[in-house]
């Protein structure tokens, strides 16, 4: 995923970020696999493993940033988008109470938290879950076209 200036020339994230945003992932992948002690309230398993495969992939697409295009960065991208549609589909449609806050006013740092509806919260997150669900569809299809594509081309054709 690249980055474009007014100038055009090309903005990449730093190289570190990739290495950050993995170790993160890891550490949330110890935690749902039981290696780091949890809030025994805390998300189910599964989901906090979600949520830590996104940190890794985030990374994984930051090192990935040089080749936009290639195979591997579309399957990461792909699985990035289903991890989170499905994430944000736990909180929306999923069992279970929530609660959710909303941020009224910040006026530098001081900020004004109310607390919203349950079902309101629940249409936000599923809503987006299905838009987010969509462009994973559309990624998942882009990466089989590219899949299909780069088994049937020539592979003495330059490249």
Not at 93 to 120: D, M
Request: proline share 6%; charged share 10%.
């Amino acid at each position: 995923m690249e980055l474009q200036n007014a100038a055009g020339s090309e903005r990449r994230m730093p190289a570190w970020m990739a290495a950050v945003f993995v170790a993160i992932g890891l550490c949330i992948l110890a935690a749902a696999l039981g290696l780091i002690p949890t809030d025994p309230k805390a998300p189910p398993h599964w989901v906090v493993g979600c949520v830590g495969a996104l940190f890794a992939l985030a990374g994984l697409l930051i090192a990935s940033q040089g080749e936009p295009y290639s195979l591997h960065a579309r399957l990461l991208a792909a699985s990035f988008f289903s991890l989170f549609a499905t994430v944000f589909g736990w909180v929306g449609f999923g069992p279970g109470p929530r609660a959710f806050s909303t941020t009224t006013l910040a006026v530098g740092v001081a900020a004004f938290h109310t607390s919203s509806s349950e079902t309101g919260g629940r249409i936000v997150f599923g809503a987006f879950a299905i838009i987010v669900a969509g462009v994973a569809v559309a990624a998942w299809w882009t990466f089989a076209r590219t899949l299909i594509g780069s088994a049937t081309a020539d592979p003495r054709a330059p490249r």
